[in-house]
């Protein structure tokens, strides 16, 4: 395979990536009060999960490649607003971030690997379903118009 190299190198740092979100989201729901505590602290667990598993994902991917999965994280950026809505922005503008990474990787593996490719992809739809699902959460009542941040 081409580049081997630069996937096993992209690969760690999406690993990293997920990883800063199992983190991050694990800080928020922590950090979640008030009275919609309990269903907010359970989504965010569940996305601290699926972060997890995409880690995972990506480390299986390093070694089948004859990669060492790195021991690192990505960036954790504590603001101190723990607001819902200060949390599903960072949240946004997070999984935009891992978006990106994927779709990096879409490009550097196109026609080259199926296997990464329809991986790629696959991460990419699950980043997009949960960026609409924050979107919609950060809409009032009412509004169909998606967030502008």
Known sequence: MKNQEKIIALLNNIMEFELA?????NHYALMVFGYGRIPIVSWLRSEANNSLTHAQEAGEL?????????????PLL????HDIGDILRESLDHEGK????YYELLDMVKD?????????????AAEEMHAAEVDKMLRKPGDIEPFKS
């Open 78 to 81: 504590e603001t101190h607003k």
């Open 112 to 124: 080259d690997s199926v296997l990464l490719e329809e991986y790629a992809r696959r991460m990419i």
């Open 62 to 74: 390093i070694t089948a490649l004859g990669g060492h999965p790195s021991l690192g994280i990505g």
């Open 98 to 101: 891992a978006r990106k990474l």
């Open 21 to 25: 979100g199992v983190v991050r989201y």
